[in-house]
């Protein structure tokens, strides 16, 4: 898994629960992401957190929340609140040293 | 923000033909390329990359090309081959080169068909 990994890798939600995806990271590095991504729309940024306790909105975070309590552990919650839930969720590392954005498995959720 | 378009949104080759995917950015403060290969239900996997300091950068049959003054760069496969076949995203950020991260702005993605 390259040291990071989400968890389910498919998720079914029916309308109007929340549903937290996991994703975790044993290479102690800073920053980590948040992305979605739906068919002909590429990857889009939802949050991300540069340090423990920190986070900042992305482009697409109405309807999510994180939280960013340890430094190995990222989770987003998709909330009732967001209208179009289903996509391909995928959590990334920014390795610094080489200036990559490394990708988790990704997790696919579907509303039913 | 930065905004990546990115063409053409499918391309059908020919095993042995070259693939030309370019992208163009907004941001003149970018000064990180990197593209990503997705294959079905996988997650993106870097395949090359590009920092606003160098023209071009080559990895045995890919390369990527960038043009600072027209904000725009390119990938080029040679000799493509059936495997070669997935989802090609090109992004750019800020973030690169230094002690600051960096947050990623993506292209739509080109379906790349190689056929046998």
């Known amino acids: 898994d390259g040291g990071i990994t989400q968890s389910p890798k498919y998720l079914f939600r029916k309308e109007g629960q929340n549903v937290t995806l996991s994703c975790e990271q044993n290479?102690?590095?800073?920053?980590m992401y948040w992305y979605r991504q739906d068919p002909g729309q590429g990857l889009r940024l939802i949050y991300y957190?540069?340090?423990?306790?920190?986070?900042q909105k992305g482009d697409i975070a109405e309807g999510y929340s994180v939280s960013r309590e340890k430094k190995e552990s990222f989770p987003l919650t998709v909330t009732s609140a967001q209208k179009n839930p289903t996509a391909f969720y995928l959590c990334?590392?920014?390795?610094?040293?080489?200036?990559?954005?490394?990708f988790g498995q990704g997790t696919r959720l579907t509303v039913v | 923000g930065e905004n990546v378009e990115q063409h053409p949104s499918t391309l059908s080759v020919q095993e042995g033909d070259s693939a030309v995917i370019k992208c163009t950015y907004s941001?003149?403060?970018?000064?990180?390329f990197p593209w990503y290969k997705q294959e079905l239900g996988k997650r993106p996997q870097l395949i090359i990359d590009?920092?606003?300091?160098?023209g071009e950068k080559k990895d045995q049959r890919i390369a990527v090309t960038l043009n600072k003054t027209a904000k725009h760069f390119s990938l080029h496969i040679t000799e493509t081959q059936p495997e070669d076949s997935a989802v090609y995203f090109c992004?750019?950020?800020?973030?690169?080169?230094?002690?600051?991260?960096?947050?990623?702005?993506f292209g739509q993605g080109t379906i790349l068909t190689v056929h046998p």
């Open positions: 941001d003149s403060a970018s000064n990180y």
């Open positions: 957190s540069q340090i423990v306790n920190d986070f």
């Open positions: 990334a590392i920014w390795v610094a040293q080489g200036a990559e954005a490394f």
């Open positions: 590009i920092r606003s300091n160098v």
């Open positions: 992004a750019a950020t800020t973030g690169a080169g230094g002690t600051s991260y960096g947050k990623l702005t």
């Open positions: 290479l102690n590095h800073d920053a």
